[in-house]
C-alpha cells in the first residue's frame, strides 16, 4: 500500500460515517439503509489504479456549488465510488453519470439513485475512465490520485471551453486551479477542493483591424505582443476563463468572447475590437 493510500484509507473512516444520503426521495420500495444491507463496501477496498475512499457530503456539496452547477448540465465523475457526487448532482436537477470500475459499486450506486428518488437523472456505467468517452460532460468531478488527473489532463483540456472541472485533493501539477476553496465542517480529512475552467484555445497570430496579436497560451494564462507598424506592445495580465479572455496591452485593458477563430469585446473606454485567427 502506498502513503497516499494509506493516507486515503486513514481520513475516510472518518468521511464514511457521511455516506448515507439526506434529502427527500425515500418514499420509493427501498430505503437507503435497505440499499446498503445488501452491499457495503470497505473503505480504502482496493480499486482498478486507486482505492475507494468517498468525499465526505460536506465536500461533495461545496465541490457542486464550486462547478455553479446547474440542471442544465452533464456532470460525469471519473470513478464514482459509492456515487454519492452523481446522486448529489442528480438531485440538484442535473443529469449525472458516474463511471465505476468496481460492478458491485456501480450495482450499489444504481440502487441508491433510485432509493433517493433520482434514477432518471442518475446514470452509472461500469468501466474504466481511462476507455471511456465523456466528452458530453459540461462538469467533470475526480477524486483520483496526482498520477492519474495527470494522465486525464490532456483529454480534460480538449473538452469543451467552459467545462468546469473539481477534483477532491489531488491537482494537475503545473496546471494551476482557478479556484480553491476548503471545507471545515463535517469533513475530517481530503477537505480540500480545486477547480479548473477549460480554457479556449487561441495561442497564434490574430488580425485586429490594422494590428496583429501574437499570443502565446499555457494552460489559462496568456502572454504575448499587440504589434503594429513600428512598435510592439507586451501584454500582460492575459488570462483565459472558458471563451473569455482578458488581456492588458498599453494603457488598456482588453475584454473578450473567444468564438472558435474569432474573438470580439471592449476595451475599458467603452471600444470595441475583433480579431481573426490567421495562424495557429
Ligand atoms: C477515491 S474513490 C472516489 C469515489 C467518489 N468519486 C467520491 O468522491 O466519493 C475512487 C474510485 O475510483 C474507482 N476507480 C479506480 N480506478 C478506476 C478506473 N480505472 N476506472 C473507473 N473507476 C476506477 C475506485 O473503485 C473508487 O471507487
Known amino acids: 500500500m502506498t502513503i497516499l493510500h494509506k493516507s486515503f484509507v486513514a481520513a475516510a473512516l472518518v468521511a464514511a460515517g457521511a455516506m448515507a444520503f439526506s434529502g427527500p426521495g425515500l418514499a420509493q420500495t427501498e430505503t437507503a439503509s435497505e440499499v446498503t444491507s445488501v452491499y457495503k463496501p470497505s473503505v480504502g477496498q482496493s480499486g482498478k489504479d486507486v482505492v475507494w475512499v468517498p468525499t465526505s457530503q460536506a465536500l461533495v456539496d461545496r465541490m457542486l456549488?464550486?462547478?455553479?452547477?446547474?440542471?442544465?448540465?452533464?456532470?460525469v465523475d471519473l470513478g464514482s465510488g459509492d456515487g454519492r457526487?452523481?446522486?448529489?448532482?442528480?438531485?440538484?436537477?442535473?443529469?449525472?453519470?458516474?463511471?465505476?470500475?468496481?460492478?458491485?459499486?456501480?450495482?450499489?450506486?444504481r440502487r441508491t439513485a433510485q432509493a433517493e428518488?433520482?434514477?432518471?437523472?442518475?446514470?452509472?456505467?461500469?468501466?474504466?475512465?481511462?476507455?471511456?468517452?465523456?466528452?458530453?460532460?459540461?462538469?467533470?468531478?475526480?477524486?483520483?490520485?496526482?498520477?492519474?488527473?495527470?494522465?486525464?489532463?490532456p483529454t480534460l483540456l480538449n473538452m469543451k471551453p467552459g467545462t468546469r472541472v473539481v477534483s477532491n485533493t489531488f491537482t494537475m501539477d503545473d496546471w494551476e486551479p482557478d479556484e480553491t476553496a476548503q471545507v471545515t465542517q463535517g469533513c475530517a480529512g481530503h477537505c480540500t477542493a480545486y477547480k479548473w475552467v477549460i480554457p479556449a484555445k487561441v495561442q497564434g497570430t490574430w488580425r485586429m483591424?490594422?494590428?496583429?496579436?501574437?499570443?502565446?497560451?499555457?494552460?489559462?494564462?496568456?502572454?504575448?505582443?499587440?504589434r503594429e507598424e513600428g512598435a510592439s506592445t507586451p501584454i500582460s495580465e492575459g488570462r483565459i476563463a472558458g471563451t473569455k479572455i482578458t488581456f492588458v496591452a498599453g494603457d488598456q485593458r482588453y475584454t473578450g468572447e473567444i468564438s472558435g477563430r474569432t474573438m470580439q469585446g471592449t476595451t475599458e473606454g467603452g471600444g470595441r475590437w475583433n480579431a481573426t485567427l490567421m495562424k495557429p
Open 65 to 75: 456549488d464550486m462547478a455553479e452547477l446547474t440542471p442544465r448540465d452533464h456532470l
Open 117 to 153: 428518488g433520482v434514477g432518471n437523472r442518475a446514470r452509472f456505467d461500469q468501466g474504466d475512465i481511462f476507455k471511456s468517452d465523456f466528452s458530453n460532460a459540461t462538469v467533470v468531478t475526480l477524486f483520483l490520485l496526482p498520477d492519474l488527473n495527470l494522465r486525464l489532463r
Open 209 to 226: 483591424g490594422d494590428k496583429q496579436l501574437v499570443l502565446t497560451q499555457k494552460y489559462q494564462m496568456v502572454e504575448g505582443t499587440l
Open 85 to 109: 457526487l452523481v446522486i448529489t448532482a442528480a438531485k440538484r436537477g442535473a443529469s449525472a453519470r458516474g463511471i465505476e470500475f468496481n460492478p458491485d459499486l456501480v450495482a450499489l450506486s
